[in-house]
Nanobody, 120 residues
Framework: QVQVVESGGGLVQPGGSTTLSCAAS????????MGWYRQTPGEQRELVAT???????KYGDSVKGRFSLSRDDAKNTVYLQMNSLKPEDTAVYYC??????????????WGQGTRVTVSS
């Protein structure tokens, strides 16, 4: 099977920084797009940052200029560097990947989420 697993998160002070990681596992031939979304109670999931196979990045307006997405293709892993954190960034952050497995099947998979709390 294929899956994505998040790591990182926790409590960060306003203005601080932290990094989230997401690793895709299983037999993976291609990752079409991979990145992060976030959600707070009562709200829809919001785009944070994604990167396509070709390297095109997209950032949500609320995080642009503060967050940076990178990837390690050899490890099927993406990293979200989060800087200048604000209390409004408090959310559960979910990793998402659209990928092709070893059988040529396309998967649209979500991680379980990791909490980021920005508070003094």
């Amino acid at each position: 099977q294929v899956q994505v697993v998040e790591s990182g998160g926790g409590l960060v002070q306003p203005g601080g920084s932290t990094t989230l990681s997401c690793a895709a596992s299983g037999t993976i031939v291609n990752i079409d797009v991979m990145g992060w979304y976030r959600q707070t109670p009562g709200e829809q999931r919001e785009l944070v940052a994604t990167i396509t196979q070709l390297g095109t990045k997209k950032y949500g307006d609320s995080v642009k200029g503060r967050f940076s997405l990178s990837r390690d293709d050899a490890k099927n892993t993406v990293y979200l560097q989060m800087n200048s954190l604000k209390p409004e960034d408090t959310a559960v952050y979910y990793c998402h990947a659209r990928l092709v497995d070893g059988m040529g099947l396309l998967h649209d998979t979500w991680g379980q989420g990791t909490r980021v709390t920005v508070s003094s």
